[in-house]
């Protein structure tokens, strides 16, 4: 279960969420390159890893390092997901309906959203 002190998710955020989800895991180049191909986005990888560290710090990820390779500098990590995308979508609704809707809106959005599926 997601635990409660975990934030919504920004666009951005949700877009990195997304790289990994469907990556199941992934090194910040991986990320980057996945973005680029995906939502056309152009994201370096440092930034990438930057963002990703973040949500590791937020308890969406994790990360391992990745095994050395030839250079200088810190390895990059693999991230994986410690949240699922249902879970994070559930968030989201959950904090949507808390922040905007009273009870009677609730009525009147699930009126709307059956009426769509006809």
Known sequence: MTPPQLPPLSPT????MSCIWHLQAASPPQVSD?????????LSPKSA?????RLEEKGFLRS???PALAGRGRPPHIY???VTREQSLLRQLKKF???????ADIHH????????DK
């Open 13 to 16: 955020e949700w877009r990195l």
């Open 34 to 42: 996945f973005l680029r191909s995906t939502f056309s986005e152009d």
């Open 49 to 53: 890893g930057i963002l990703l560290s």
């Open 64 to 66: 391992v390092p990745a």
């Open 80 to 82: 994986e997901a410690v």
């Open 97 to 103: 309906l808390d922040d905007h809707l009273i009870d």
């Open 109 to 116: 959005l699930l009126r709307t959203l059956l009426s769509r």
